[in-house]
């Protein structure tokens, strides 16, 4: 990750330093999260902060030399920057990689995802001929999409138990 870049999200983050973190965890990208709350309110709050700082970064990537190269993203608990080739669709060729490596071939997959942006790690197996089902578990409008989609009615991990208990029931 350009470090220019770094240097600037650091800096935009600094009056939001009670409610906003830089996840140093994270090797490949940039990520900004929220600290989370138990008081709705002060999560409400948090998520406005990130949509203030994600359009703030948006500005910054366009007006780099690195432009054609990053992607800033907006999920439910963060902002990330990552690089258009990194994402959910490598980790999906990854995990293609790894199962043809154990000659294991399953029949379907599934992908659970909170974010619009999680769709394309289901596009990777459609685009590939696989069967698969991607079951949203997000509070953003979906898409619709050409391949299989459940989108369960709890958010999160209640909606993910919820979507693979399905699943499993067909």
Known sequence: MPAKIATEAKKIIQPYLDSIFYDKSKETMISIEIKGSEDSEEVKKQKQMLILIAEQLKKIVQDSEFSEFLDVDLTEIAVDV?????????????????????????????????????????????????????????????????????????????????????????
């Not at 379907?108 to 089902?133: K, L, M």
């Open 82 to 170: 990552q690089f258009k080739s990194q994402g959910k669709k490598l980790s999906s060729r990854h995990i293609l990689g790894w199962l043809k490596g154990k000659n294991i071939k399953p029949s379907s997959y599934i992908v659970v995802g909170d974010s619009p942006s999680d769709v394309e790690a289901a596009e990777e197996f459609f685009h590939q001929d696989y069967d698969v089902t991607f079951g949203y578990v997000g509070t953003k409008d979906l898409p619709k999409q050409p391949f299989k989609t459940k989108t369960a009615s709890e958010f999160f991990d209640k909606g993910t138990v919820e979507i693979l208990d399905e699943i499993v029931q067909d």
